[in-house]
């Protein structure tokens, strides 16, 4: 898959591990973002080989640009897939700082979007007889009246700039495999089977990120998976199996070579997919949305599991059950340990199975835009409420404000001696009563 400043900022003694794909991003006047930068590359020897080194979860309030890093990400590495000075279906993107005073900052007209991909053998390109390693990707959103324009910058060395245009000459489906799916993710039942027939490699690379950006509809499994039972029985075994692997304890996927719509066994009962639960359809919607993309970009003889890429989610414990969460992201990465998963969340379960090296927060400031950063704390283990409290997610108190309020006004009376303070107070922790 992609790589691209790495070239420029790869710093020597960094284990590079072969699941790591997006190597680091810089995002400069786009949307909450002034100029941030996240690097996606493990530090020190305590990541090398540690468990789920493929999974990078981003977290942060409402409105700090999670999901805008998701879709600088998808910009940034098919900009040069996309029609020059293509426009862009949402608006938006150029950052408008705060303030309409005197002292205000002045709104720029572009936003820029640096991307640093590191490329595998599937990409198929190559410089002077050599496979390439690392490729930078510079893509720029102008904006022009009430339009937006997506384009990518051409370099100035003329070897690099061939290398960039090659990326638009790959037909190979596997090449640049990046999909992604957005918070109103949702099956569209009404697709029929003929939508799952191959498209040209440049608008299908469009489609693999387009529900990140809109309200697009994924293909059911039902539009695709029967016709592999007869055409390609061995992949449609690996898709059994993957989706097996995929989904949590008590849930599987009826293993048939029949033609017919698939169905999932839970606790015993078969269900088509329209009788899952919407916890079980919000999954097992994108999952095989994935499983899709992977069998049309795979080539004939490689396994799906060995497919290299990026997989972008946003909001990914949707809908899904306190305890499928705490699981979930150790079984994407164990699951399809060569894909590289950039997700977001508000779960403190999700972020429990972690450690920090797969954490990047983002605080928004007033003026100066998000900052993205890691923190030292180890949360791998915790509870949700110590979760809740640390510094990731940096709540005082899980406790609803008025109870948080009648008891901080109790504590400091006892610390001021009423007694009967104190009693009302250890009452209130002990019962949660006569708080009406």
């Known amino acids: ?195 799952a027939a191959p498209v040209p490699v440049g608008r299908q690379r469009r489609q693999r990120v387009a529900s990140l950006f809109d309200n697009r509809g994924l293909l059911p499994l039902a539009a695709w998976l029967p016709a592999y039972a007869a055409q390609n029985p061995g992949r449609h075994r690996q898709v059994v199996t993957l989706m097996n692997r995929l989904l949590p304890h008590g849930c599987r996927m009826a293993t048939t070579a029949s033609q017919e719509p698939p169905l999932f066994e839970i606790d015993g009962a078969q269900l088509p997919f329209s009788g899952l639960s919407d916890g079980y359809q919000a999954y097992v919607g994108w999952i095989g949305d994935l499983l899709h993309q992977l069998c049309l970009g795979a080539p004939s003889g490689r396994r799906l599991a060995d497919n290299q890429g990026v997989v972008l989610v946003d909001e990914i414990d949707l809908h899904l059950h306190p305890a499928w969460q705490r699981s979930l992201l150790s079984t994407l990465s164990q699951a399809l340990p060569k894909l590289q998963f950039i997700v977001t969340t508000h779960s403190p379960l999700v972020v429990g199975a972690l450690q920090p090296h797969n954490l990047i927060v983002l605080d928004r400031t007033d003026t100066l835009g998000t900052r993205c950063r890691r923190l030292p704390e180890r949360v791998h283990g915790r509870s949700a409420d110590e979760m809740l409290l640390s510094p990731y997610f940096g709540l005082a108190s899980t406790r609803p404000a008025a109870v948080g309020g009648r008891l901080e006004r109790l504590r400091l009376a006892s610390q001021h001696g009423d007694a009967a303070a104190a009693v009302a107070y250890l009452q209130l922790l002990a019962s949660g009563e006569g708080l009406a």
């Open 1 to 195: 898959m992609p790589v691209m400043l790495a070239a420029q900022i790869a710093r020597p003694g960094v284990h590079r591990a072969a699941s790591v794909h997006v190597e680091a991003i810089r995002i400069q006047n786009l949307r909450a973002f002034s100029d941030a930068s996240i690097d996606f590359r493990h530090d020190g020897d305590a990541a090398v080989g540690a468990p789920l080194a493929n999974v990078h979860v981003l977290l942060g309030g409402n409105g700090a640009g999670k999901s805008s890093v998701l879709r600088a990400i998808a910009l940034g590495v098919l900009a040069p897939v996309f029609e020059r000075d293509a426009t862009l279906e949402r608006t938006g993107w150029v950052r408008r700082p705060p303030g309409n005073g005197a002292g205000a900052c002045v709104a720029e007209d572009t936003a820029r979007i640096d991307i640093d991909l590191r490329l595998h053998g599937q990409d198929l390109l190559a410089c002077a007889g050599r496979p390439l390693q690392a490729l930078p990707i510079q893509a720029r959103i102008e904006r022009v009246g009430d339009m937006e324009l997506l384009d990518w910058l051409r370099p100035q060395q003329a070897e690099l700039g061939r290398d960039l245009r090659l990326i638009q000459q790959v037909r190979e489906p596997s090449a640049f495999f990046l999909v992604a799916y957005g918070a109103s993710r949702w099956v569209d039942h009404a697709q029929a089977a003929a939508d």
